[in-house]
């Protein structure tokens, strides 16, 4: 079923069961057909289920719709209606007793001060969403970096940091701070620079600084692989640096440090065998 906006326009409104309009300025959700000219609605904000004719319902206004429903988690969204449901009654009156609003501020697990601060701003915008908790810390994605420096950032990160030479992420803090100072910017913090450097990151990064090929094997998928039934049947051997220096006879001179062939049977994952030599 359907409902033409109030002023003839081609514009419809479905009025599927879970619906959330507007009938008499109140935030209604769509519970089903009460007749050919009613709809069974249910109030947002108090729960109260009624009949409203079809010719009252509007399209809930975009801006309300985005504030209100999008991003306000089940739970934290069953919450505000619970408690809107309580305040409710409150909201035609001046006074109320404390030992009323301590009951209801244990029932929802709160304060009697949190308590009336949702009073309050139930009775400027008596509805459910106005009671929805935002959370807590800065949000993702935020940035509070100046625009100019914020692009300083970047330039340095492009030229110095995604180079195949790889400097440290250190140097790109320094060049950052240095090249902000001399252009009379604040410089920036070193956890501004390196939290940039972290969104950078990834394929396009390592292919900058490693190379195709091996940011081809850091990052994609890989398929097959090797499956053994019985022991012996599979053996894999890999060469790694041992962490030690090997020094001349005079201990002195510091020679290198020795390679490590580890042979591993693919079944058992136990070693079988170990070189140790000066080269892979």
């Known amino acids: ?8 326009a081609a514009m419809t409104l479905e009025l599927t069961p879970g ?5 008499n300025g109140r935030v209604i959700q769509i519970d089903g057909a009460d007749s050919l000219t009613h709809m069974r609605v249910r109030d947002v904000a108090t729960g109260a289920v009624s009949s409203v004719a079809i010719a009252r319902i509007e399209a809930l206004p975009k801006t309300a719709a985005a504030s209100s429903f999008e991003g306000i988690p089940a739970a934290e ?20 007793a404390r030992s009323e609003l301590e009951k209801l501020a244990k029932r929802h697990g709160i304060s009697v001060r949190q308590l009336q601060r949702a009073r309050a ?4 915008d008596p509805r459910a969403s106005a009671l929805a908790r935002s959370p ?3 949000p993702l994605g935020l940035n ?16 110095h940091y995604l180079r195949r030479e790889r400097p440290s992420k250190e140097y790109v803090v320094v060049r950052a701070r240095s090249l902000a100072r001399r252009l ?4 920036p913090s070193r956890s501004a620079v390196l939290t940039r450097i972290a969104r950078e990151d990834g394929y396009q ?5 490693l190379g195709c090929k091996a940011a081809k094997q850091r990052w994609e998928a890989r398929t097959g692989k090797l499956e053994a039934e019985r022991p012996l049947d599979l053996l894999e051997i890999d060469h790694t640096p041992a962490d030690v220096l090997v020094l001349s006879d005079d201990r002195l001179t510091v020679i290198g440090r020795p390679w490590v062939t580890v042979a591993i049977d693919v079944a058992t994952r136990c070693v079988m065998g170990m070189w140790r030599s000066r080269a892979a």
């Open 121 to 124: 701003t139930f009775r400027k």
């Open 144 to 159: 509070q970096l100046d625009p100019e420096v914020d692009a300083l950032i970047k330039h340095v990160i492009a030229k």
């Open 1 to 8: 079923m359907s409902a033409s906006d109030g002023e003839g």
């Open 205 to 209: 990064a390592d292919r900058a600084r």
């Open 136 to 138: 807590g810390g800065r």
């Open 19 to 23: 619906t959330t309009c507007v009938a």
């Open 77 to 96: 969204w069953k919450r505000c209606c619970d408690l809107a449901k309580d305040l409710t009654p409150l909201n035609s009156r001046t006074t109320v």
């Open 184 to 187: 009379k910017l604040k410089p």
